[in-house]
């Protein structure tokens, strides 16, 4: 008798207040004309409809419903947007109510409470830092005085390929460009290379890992309210503690190491030399005039923000590029004679190089079409508003289907077919002068308005230059299988390869004494 009064209030608990959050959204929506969207399961809203690839499930769904589509995640109202002028509507239209991101419990443990910039709430606290990177950390002045350690660890990565390759050895190649990403920002933001193999560079490199997998774990709690505080899954819980904590620890000893150089430059009377992204930042934390105080645990959290925003994307970009290219050689051979024709074989190309390479341009905006690197774009609406029609609550997720805009067939033809000439100024398609910074809303693989991703120029330099790069400087035989390549994708927030490419890099041989000249640097 006692197990079944206890079974009695276990399902009370759990059946009220559905039926009371059931009620309430049956008189709003009698009210209101809510978007479209299939059938819902109690608890769980609609998630059991989107594994395992959520923008596929959602592109499957508005195909159905239409391009403005209502679903629930858990107990959280999203709304999806899947074509060009609804993406419109929603972010500049509307762009004063979704401004907003939504925050995870991962995401708000790794920023510190959101105090970083990517995660931040809309407000003078966000204007500040974006302001900041714009002017400072990623503006382009700051970027060309970092150009040489972007062209260093460039270096060292085609190194690395040329002593493979002359051993026929076959590398992962998103391993090898995760490494070289990594290398990058970490010395951009503290002067410390990440892509050897000393226990330091190892560590980072694994943190960077662990913490952008942490923050595309699914958590319970952080979609069905009646979780919130719950700790159902305290492994998960143990490893983002662990792994902050670590990250911590790292952040703390370098930004010791950094003061500690600091006071020694002022000694010197050598403080006016800006090194890399932290003495900017150390520098507004010291700043008794900024409009905004600046703490320690702002510019930790800016460090990971950079960090996450700056690696994986840039790297995955550049697998997904070479792989569209091992597949389809008579692009990868178009692309190969119009570097040769602009650079010659007497160096290596530079990002100097990048303007007068259209036809690379247009593989770097087709990749991106085909594997948009963050599939959905998410905002939270911080007020109710009327969109297209529909009515949109306050506190609603908006999911922007970036993977639908690029396979959409009355925007593109053939939309699965990987053609970069579409973004060629001459062709019919009229595409050609579409760019990437979020004017153009059939393609916004960095957001759009005033949350577009400030790392845009920095990203840009980073995948078109190594890109042309490998293909520059070497064949890519792929290792094993009928010489083509899996194009499979794997579950994440990103849009990672659900298989590693696995390739030997082969040195071309009117490019080895350039190469060779690499070697000797790296």
Known sequence: MASFQAYLQLVLIWAVPIILVRAILTRYQSKARLPPGPPSLPLI???????????????????????????????????VASTPETAREFLKTHESCF???????????????SKG??????????????????????GARTLDILHPVRRDETMKFLGVLLRKGLAAEAIDVGHELMTLANGIISRMIMSRSSSGNDDEAKEIRKLVTDTAELAGKFNLSDFIWLLKNT?????????????????????????????????KRKELHEDGQIRDLLDILLDIHEDETSEIKFSMENIKAFVLDLFMAGTDTSALTTEWALAELINHPRVMEKARQEIDSVVGTSRIVEESD?????YLQAIFKETLRIHPTVPLLGRLSSDSCNVCGYEIPAKTLLLVNLWSLGRDPKLWEDPLEFRPERFVGTEASGKGNLDVRGQHFELIPF????????????AQQVVKTNLAAMIQCFEWKVNGGNGTVDMEEKPSMTLPRAHPLICVPLPRPNLLPSILQVMEQA
């Open 99 to 113: 401004s907003d991101r939504i925050v995870n419990a991962a995401v708000h443990h790794f920023s510190y409470g």
């Open 354 to 358: 990048m303007v007068k390479l259209p």
């Open 447 to 458: 957001g759009s308005g005033r949350r577009s991703c400030p790392g845009a120029s920095l």
């Open 231 to 263: 700790n159902l899954q305290g492994r998960l819980n143990k490893r983002l503690k662990e792994t902050r904590d670590r990250f911590d620890a790292l952040l703390e000893e370098v930004i010791k190491e950094h003061e500690h150089e600091r006071r």
């Open 117 to 138: 910039f990517l995660f931040a709430a809309y407000g003078p606290y966000w204007k500040f830092v974006k302001k900041l990177c714009m002017s400072q950390l990623l």
């Open 45 to 79: 809203g609609h998630f059991h409809l989107l594994p395992p690839l959520p923008h596929r499930a959602l592109h499957n769904l508005s195909a159905r419903y239409g391009p403005i589509i209502q679903l629930f995640l858990g107990s959280v109202p999203c709304v």
